[in-house]
């Protein structure tokens, strides 16, 4: 992407974002009600296509893993791994999961459990916590992984493989070279992937922010309120800044593996 593009991508993504946190601001209830509408409708009016295309992610994911395809590294033919197999994991976990299944992995079962999604069964029964494990294993396990999975190969192959920016636009490099007219809409797909991400990393970010207040109110009696959920967001940031300055190797690395074992020290400590 040209400079121009870059430019033009990053104002109209930030126009976007600035204009949705504005309102927001300054309209909450509204803004909530009409978020919340969205969402209901297109639970049920695409709802059907999202558990289609997920399952299909996982069949195509399979299939390509257990075809020639599947021997395509993602850099040169003669590349080797750049991080060791655990450091590998505990990335992707940081970066894929992060503070929702810190959260959710215990809330969301817990809710289906206490609140079934199907009306007939029975609140707090051996049904409803089956089907709260059955729903949380598919928001949290494999299929998740699989819609993750198919964005990441494409933007690898297309930046690794044939040397494209990694821009969600660059899957469309071979079509704008040879009709120019889409190459507006290409630029539009990055806005949109630009603000769905920020948007992802903001709803991360305020689980992140209740949940350390929340356990620091339990622990340590920190009140729970505006202030001092701000100054550990600054806090957060702060680490998260010198985190992405430092790079991947000795900063997303390093809190990642660090991550990793306080999570196996958790679950260790559980079981």
């Known amino acids: 992407m040209t400079n121009h593009g870059g430019k033009s991508v990053f104002i109209a993504s930030a126009v976007i974002i600035f204009g949705l946190v504005i309102a927001g601001a300054a309209f909450p209830v509204a803004f909530g009600n009409a978020a ?12 059907w296509f999202y558990l289609f295309s997920v399952f299909g992610f996982v ?20 590349s080797t791994p750049s991080y060791s197999f655990f450091s590998w994991i505990s990335m992707l976990l940081a970066a894929g999961f992060g503070v929702g299944l810190v959260f959710y992995g215990m809330a969301e079962p817990m809710t289906h459990y206490i ?9 707090e029964s051996e049904a409803a916590a089956r089907y709260a494990i059955q729903y ?11 819609a993750f999975s198919v964005v990441g190969l494409i933007i690898a192959y297309f930046q690794f493989r044939k040397g494209q920016a990694g821009l969600v ?43 350390m207040n929340g356990g620091l109110n339990a622990v340590f009696g920190l009140p729970e309120n505006g202030f001092w959920q701000f100054v550990i967001l600054f806090v957060m940031f702060c680490a998260y800044m010198a985190s992405t300055w430092s790079g991947l190797d000795k900063g997303i690395k390093r ?5 990793m074992a306080l999570c196996i020290g958790l679950m260790l400590y559980v079981l």
């Open 115 to 123: 609140n079934p999604p199907y009306g007939d069964v029975p609140a």
């Open 169 to 211: 636009s660059s899957v469309l490099s071979s079509v704008t070279a040879k009709h120019p007219h889409v190459r507006p809409y290409a630029s539009w797909l990055d806005v949109f992937a630009v603000v769905a991400t920020v948007m992802g990393v903001a709803t991360s970010l305020g689980l992140g922010v209740l949940q």
């Open 255 to 259: 809190l990642s593996n660090l991550n």
């Open 36 to 47: 919340e509408a969205a969402l209901t409708s297109i639970t049920e009016l695409f709802g």
């Open 136 to 146: 949380s294993y598919f928001n949290w396990g494999i299929h998740q992984w699989a």
């Open 59 to 78: 069949v195509f994911l399979i299939g390509l893993a257990l075809s020639k395809y599947g021997k395509v590294r993602l850099g040169p033919q003669d």
